[in-house]
């Protein structure tokens, strides 16, 4: 099978992180990039780790270059800043698979999105979170993907096992250190290099931040009641990289030995999401560049606490990972095809 892609945003991070991915799919030919204010630029100008890309002009980003008559795209992702991608997507057919790494259509509930992006809402997608209950029956042959927001999907990774299996009481408290890149690569005043490098720093604090509505949508779909999420995120001095500290009430019962039964069964099939063995714990370093995401998980007896820690690379299995897991999962093919667990160290 050879799968046409095109790549929308392709002078972005998540852009330019999912290029490297396709470069090394076995199954895909690159088609059309675009971009915004870069269009007519070279790719090797704007992405130099792309080599075999360097020479590749970016064109614009209209429908007409995504799906027009002889590009020849299977499938088009859509890389874009959220609230971007809907237009776009609504001129696109019905035939050709649209992913969208962006927010538009992650969100069920209109209201939420209203009340978090402060625009109209455009709709939902099947999610792309395959390691959910029920996801991947929902991307088998779907036509269009929503991927999930990178916090998202560090704190869905770490608490689903305990929400599926009843462990946790509907009550979530989250705090997750980002790298800069998880911010877009549009420069903005607070990621210059001498406010970031040597500090950290909490932003979007008191259940403001975009993620939370979707971090709650994830958890109450697996818990099978409405759970609520305080979520923190803190920005870290590192380019990539999310570590997620998550914790939950424990219902009675719940021993250090019942939680690790949990998550072993839960997660024994999955092929990016490892539970580390006891003792060890997860860190972004052993996840950079790799799509696979590290667990681990602990009962805090004085608490009562169940302690749940995760680590993923937010442009890999944090979007562009995420995306092609996918797209795989959408067009039949192995899920693994063309993604890594290996990560670079040190
Ligand atoms: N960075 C991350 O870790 C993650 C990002 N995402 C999502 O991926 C999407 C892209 O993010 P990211 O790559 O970080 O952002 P960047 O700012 O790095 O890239 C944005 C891309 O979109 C293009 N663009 C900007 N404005 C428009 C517009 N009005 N119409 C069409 N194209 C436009 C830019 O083109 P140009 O440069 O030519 O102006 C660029 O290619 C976002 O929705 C983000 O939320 C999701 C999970 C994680
Ligand atoms: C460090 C940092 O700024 N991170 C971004 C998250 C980016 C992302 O993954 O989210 P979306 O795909 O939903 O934009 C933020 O907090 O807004």
């Not at 877009?184 to 001498?194: D, E, F, N, R």
Request: proline fraction near 6%.
């Amino acid at each position: 099978m050879t799968v046409r892609a095109a790549v929308a945003g392709a002078s972005g991070y998540a852009g330019g992180e999912l290029l490297r991915l396709l470069l090394a799919h076995p199954e895909v030919e690159i088609g059309a990039l675009t971009g915004n204010s870069n269009a007519g630029q070279r790719l090797g100008a704007l992405q130099p780790h792309l080599l075999p890309l360097a020479d590749r002009v970016l064109e614009e980003t209209t429908a007409e270059v995504l799906t027009g008559q002889g590009r020849r795209h299977d499938v088009v992702f859509l890389a874009l800043p959220h609230g971007q991608s809907a237009a776009v997507a609504e001129q696109l057919g019905p035939d050709v698979l649209v992913i969208d790494m962006g927010a538009d259509f992650r969100l069920k509930d209109a209201a939420d999105w209203e009340k978090y992006y402060g625009s109209a809402h455009a709709g939902t997608w099947p999610y792309g979170l395959a390691e959910l209950p029920g996801a991947r029956a929902a991307l088998e042959g779907a036509k269009r993907v929503a991927v999930p927001g990178c916090y998202p999907t560090a704190a869905s990774l770490a608490l689903f096992p305990a929400y599926a299996a009843g462990l946790a009481e509907a009550e979530a408290v989250i705090v997750a250190a980002s790298g800069t890149s998880g911010a877009g690569k549009a420069p903005k005043p607070h990621l210059l290099g001498s406010e970031v490098m040597g500090s950290m720093s909490p932003y979007g604090v008191g259940g403001v931040h975009r993620h939370t509505p979707e971090m709650i949508q994830n958890l109450s779909a697996a818990a099978g009641e409405p759970v609520t999420v305080s979520f923190t995120p803190t920005l870290a001095p590192m380019p990539r990289g999310i570590l997620a500290t998550c914790s939950a009430k424990a219902r009675d019962g719940v021993t250090g030995e019942s939680l690790r039964a949990v998550y072993e069964k839960a997660l024994a099939d999955e092929p990016f999401v490892h539970l580390l063995p006891e003792g060890q714990w997860p860190a972004t370093a052993s996840v950079y560049g790799s799509n696979a995401v590290q667990v681990q998980v602990a009962y805090d007896e004085n608490a009562g606490r169940i302690i749940a820690i995760s680590a993923i690379d937010n442009l890999t299995k944090g979007t562009a990972g995420g995306a092609v897991q996918s797209m795989n999962l959408a067009l039949g093919l192995d899920e693994t095809t063309g993604l890594s667990t290996i990560g670079v160290a040190p």
